[in-house]
């Protein structure tokens, strides 16, 4: 009798320890969805059939998947895909544990006006298809029943942005279980007031909820390194609070910080837990990092008390052939490509990003301008943000900065882009006003709009007296003043270049400089006929500079704390400068692919301290043809050109040179370069005369990747001659077969007009390359990618998914 009393008692301690550790639980929402393109207003509703629905998992575009085409109400502009209105419902179950549980769900954002219901009740709408936004279920459930979420996505009315969107539940989808009483979600706010190498003070302001004055609360704050070890605890009482949110604001130090940086970026781990009478209600972690920065009106910006040049690049949201359907690899490529060419900071053109990534920037040490409208009441297209602003720009400003704000990545808000109030007085009070949201939610953090007046005495945005710093897009002719014109200012250059260049395309002559004319509709002068744009780093918008042009004034002076670049990578719209069939941008520094232009490399060796020697162009052309040969390099005094073994002489940057040049009568052969200093070799690159096409070579940039279902591996399709050199003008159609455990997910090949639809079993190279992107099933196993083209001898690569 006595064993079964103690076994009794010790039944019911572990019991008792389970539910005191129960805590929050985040659940994966994404999977098993229906999907309806088209509306019926009836799927809002519990009993309606969707069993001829398309089954689909989350983030989901179906933009990306439809034809481009010119007649379709998107416009050239947003890359002339489709939009339309689309529904999502899904079915699942609650257990009846949760019964006296709190259950949320949280929207990472859709595109756009989305509508949800919950068992037949109405939760509501967010028109921004960039905010993050949440609803609370538990008055709806029937817990230990099933339950229907219905969402009702409308993008019909268009256009309605400058560049793609794409359309449905592109970003992520979570559950949310919690006691009642609970952390408010971005109710937390963690900031670092003391900043020295001995110690950081952390300051926390923690939001609960509870839903009755009884019980004795706590608050716990866990502090650990990235080791894992305790560096900081604090653990506070809880004032009693019927049915309201208490704030509760702790201190903690931590010695001996190991500081965030861009070429160190160490988080630390916090959590906090609710206690409700010694059990654990609700608990939550996040990554922070300890960091301090300044802006100086003479000496530019500094981070943690050491000068840092700001090398940013804009960046728009979609990830090329994937469209806006958030890929975390995907994501964390584009900033792996972006690292290695020596760029350090992020701005989120023109809307607030995705969660992922800032979190992939926190890890990766990248600095984020996150950016919150690209227009205020004023409209760019006829039905933009415009027409939701009066109702929603203070909720949507509020919820981004609170959602975001705990980011050690983020060191400036813009709250606008272009925006046209700065040309009329409105631009100060609208101005003012964002300003201070900002500020309520944000004090430790400066606050910025991408300007495109350059006129102090013209800027009525400007003239609010609000912004801690002036953003100036482009006007680089202004730069060298912008102390007289703006004294006692501090400086960031918002947006800059507008350069515009085709991968692998090269036209002569390449000293030159070329503008898109001011009408902003007449072609490029003097443009190409298959609609190319020579990659010499040569041509810009009317309004912008070449890379160099506005590099070499950004790099002289201190007080020009940096820029951020138009753009990293090429973008789905604007295709700035040509007509139809032209469907993506001409700016990025990157094809949409993913594959580097040219003038990569001219940054590489300006922001990156490893040796670079890069040889443009290809060397494959009609004999006797004069041909401007250019060599972006580094860490070498000169470069020597030899052509199938003469040398064609040695050339030297002369004061603010940043490549070198000579013009070449071309003859087949080898064309190599070889870079020294102080007499020795440092580097030696070469180019060789391709041969006809003979096989196809694929590339995984990853041989292992994770059996989620999500994961990607981008496989590089080269065409190659007989010798392996990449054969610069192939334009096969490449055809594509998968067996194992992946699918063929999205094939590119950075070409901005190719009409081609991103999904399929077929697609063209360009220039020598094409992309295949493979996703992993949830299944371990082998992948097999195959590739075959008339005239070519097939490949094979295999990936490992586990």
């Known amino acids: 009798m006595r064993c079964c009393y103690f076994l009794l008692v010790g039944l019911l301690c572990c019991i008792f320890e389970a539910n005191a550790q129960s805590g929050r639980k985040t659940e994966n929402f994404n999977t098993n969805w229906k999907f309806f393109l088209g509306d019926n207003p009836q799927a809002k509703n519990t009993e309606f059939n969707d069993g001829t629905w398309r089954s689909l998992n989350l983030p989901h575009d179906w933009s990306i998947e439809g034809t481009f085409d010119p007649k379709n109400p998107t416009t050239q502009a947003e890359g002339g895909l489709p939009a339309g209105i689309g529904w999502y419902r899904k079915r699942f179950t609650i257990p009846a544990s949760s019964t006296n549980k709190s259950v949320f769900i949280d929207f990472d954002g859709v595109y756009r006006n989305s509508e949800v219901w919950i068992n037949g009740h109405y939760l509501g709408k967010r028109p921004n298809g960039y905010i993050s936004f949440r609803y609370d279920l538990t008055p709806y459930l029937k817990f230990g029943g099933q339950n229907v979420i219905a969402v009702r996505v409308d993008n019909a009315d268009q256009p309605n942005s400058r560049w793609y969107t794409g359309s449905g539940i592109y970003r992520n989808v979570r559950l949310v279980t919690t006691a009642k009483t609970y952390l408010v979600n971005w109710g937390t706010f963690i900031t670092t007031p003391h900043v020295d190498d001995k110690s950081a003070k952390i300051a926390l302001n923690i939001s609960v909820y509870q839903p009755a004055a009884k019980g004795r609360i706590t608050l716990e704050t866990i502090i650990y390194d990235a080791a894992g070890k ?15 949110v208490v704030m509760v604001s702790q201190n903690l130090q931590v010695n001996n910080p190991r500081l965030w940086s861009v070429t160190d970026p160490y988080l630390y781990k916090v959590t906090v837990k609710v206690f409700e009478d010694g059990r654990l209600a609700d608990d939550y972690t996040m990554h922070t990092g300890i960091r301090y920065f300044n802006f100086d009106a003479d000496k530019g910006f500094s981070l943690n008390g050491k000068p840092l040049k700001i090398w940013g690049v804009c960046m728009h949201h979609d990830q090329g052939a994937l469209g806006a359907a958030v890929n975390t690899r995907a994501i964390e490529r584009q900033l792996q490509i972006l690292k290695a060419m020596g760029c350090n900071a992020i701005r989120t053109s023109h809307n607030p990003p995705a969660p992922e990534l800032l979190d992939l920037c926190d890890r990766m040490g990248f600095l984020v301008m996150d950016e919150a409208f690209d227009m205020w009441k004023k409209k760019k297209s006829k039905f933009d943000y415009h027409l939701d602003w009066e109702k929603w720009h203070v909720k949507d400003l509020q919820d981004q900065v609170l959602r975001d704000r705990n980011h050690p990545s983020i060191f400036a808000w813009s709250i606008g882009n272009e925006i046209r109030e700065q040309f009329d007085s409105t631009g100060i009070s609208i101005g003012r006003e964002l300003v201070n949201i900002v500020k309520q939610l944000d004090k430790t953090r400066p606050v910025t709009s991408a300007l495109s007046e350059a006129d102090p005495k013209k800027n009525f945005i400007y003239q609010s007296g609000a912004l801690d710093l002036v953003g100036l897009n482009y006007h680089q002719e202004v730069y060298a003043d912008f102390q007289k014109n703006y004294p006692g200012q501090k400086f960031i250059g918002t947006e800059n270049m507008s350069a515009l260049a085709t991968r692998g395309h090269y036209d002569m002559p390449s000293d030159s400089i070329r503008r898109w004319p001011k009408d902003g509709k007449t072609p490029l002068k003097d443009g190409n006929p298959d609609f190319t744009v020579s990659a010499y780093d040569n041509v810009s918008a009317y309004w912008g500079s070449t890379h160099e042009e506005t590099w070499k004034i950004i790099k002289k002076y201190d007080f020009l704390s940096g820029l951020f670049v138009w753009t990293g990578f090429d973008y789905i719209g604007e ?85 070198v040049m000579w013009r070449v009568k071309y003859e087949p052969g080898a064309l190599k370069a070889i870079s020294r200093k102080n007499g020795r070799v440092v580097l030696t690159t070469q180019v060789n005369t391709a041969g006809q096409p003979y096989r196809i070579q694929l590339k995984a940039d990853r041989g292992h990747i994770k059996a989620d279902g999500n994961d990607l591996s981008f496989v590089t399709v080269s065409v190659l001659d007989k010798n392996n050199n990449l054969v610069p003008n192939a334009g096969h159609l490449i055809k594509f077969k998968v067996e194992g455990s992946g699918i063929l997910k999205a094939l590119d090949d950075g070409s901005q007009t190719n009409l081609e639809p991103f999904t399929g079993n077929e697609h063209h190279v360009f220039n020598g390359f094409g992309l295949a992107v493979i996703q992993s099933k949830v299944k371990p196993g082998a992948i097999t990618l195959s590739a075959t083209a008339d005239g070519l001898q097939a490949a094979r690569v295999t990936i490992e998914s586990n």
């Open 230 to 244: 305790v560096v900081a605890q604090r653990t506070s009482p809880v004032k009693n609070s019927k049915d309201t």
């Open 575 to 659: 295709p700035t400068p040509y007509l139809w069939p032209a469907r993506s941008s001409y700016f990025g520094i990157v094809d949409l692919a993913g594959f580097p232009k040219d003038v990569y490399y001219m940054y590489q060796s300006e922001w990156t301290n490893k040796p670079v020697l890069h040889l443009l162009p290809h060397w494959n052309w009609k004999p006797g043809q004069t041909i401007d040969v250019w060599a972006y390099y580094n860490n070498a005094d000169e470069v020597e050109l030899y052509l199938n073994g003469r040398s064609l002489g040695t050339r030297k940057k002369n004061g603010d040179d940043l490549h």
